[in-house]
């Protein structure tokens, strides 16, 4: 009997490429590993930016380090320790104008919620240790500038601010951030429109029912 059997499909098929299964994992690894690679680099770019902006409050920054170099960091600060023991610091930039009556402007950032029923209240002090072109030193009396209301991210201003009169220059300014009630608040605009009235005395200050957030010196010289 004669065998018709030409042979299985086994026998008659083409072999594919040896180890195909072994090369296209191996691909597969080596791309995974270089998407493993590149998104370590832009951690290493972007976590130093975390980190640094972990020191400034939430919100829109203030950008004060991007200040003209005519703004300057006031030597002489003082912030109370008790208010801010678990917030970031406050900061101060100052600019004052070459002129005879020279304006101050000032920028800062500072992290504080104003108490309810309280206002943030901006006071300047000309300083009794220096003297203005004529030789006259500050009066050292207490003068109600403007209340403060700071952004969300902690920004507040003070801009174009004179510091007295012509002849003026050289008289320092301490400025004072302070919490008041908004009963006082309301009253100094009144005080500054009395007759006569030049600011108030140590005594009459001691009076007045404030919390000192923070101060800094600004020399016109």
């Not at 917030?87 to 309810?116: C, F, H, M, T």
């Not at 969300?152 to 601010?161: F, I, K, L, Q, Y």
Request: with cysteine; aromatic share 8%.
């Amino acid at each position: 009997m004669t065998n018709t059997n030409t042979g299985s499909a086994d026998d008659t098929a083409t072999p594919g490429p040896q180890g195909e299964g072994e090369e296209g994992n191996s691909g597969r690894i080596r791309i995974l590993i270089a998407v493993i690679g590149s998104l370590a680099v832009v951690a290493a770019a972007v976590i130093p930016v975390l980190l640094n902006r972990a020191d400034e409050p939430p919100g829109e920054p203030c950008d004060l380090d991007r200040l003209g170099d005519y703004w300057v960091q006031p030597p002489s600060q003082r912030y109370n320790q008790a208010l801010f023991a678990d917030r970031i610091r406050p900061r101060i930039y100052s600019q004052v104008s070459p002129d005879s009556n020279p304006e101050v402007s000032v920028k800062g950032q500072l992290n504080l919620d104003v108490p309810a029923g309280q206002v943030l209240y901006l006071i300047r002090r000309p300083d009794a240790n220096t003297k203005d072109t004529f030789g006259n030193p500050g009066n050292n009396r207490y003068y109600p500038a403007t209340p403060v209301t700071p952004t969300s991210a902690g920004c507040w201003e003070d801009n174009n601010r004179p510091v007295g009169y012509p002849g003026a220059k050289g008289i320092g300014q301490i400025y004072m951030l302070v919490l008041v009630g908004r009963d006082q608040a309301a009253e100094f605009p009144a005080d500054r429109k009395a007759k006569n009235w030049d600011g108030y005395s140590q005594d009459q200050w001691r009076a007045i029912n404030s919390i000192d957030v923070m101060s800094f010196h600004v020399s016109t010289a």
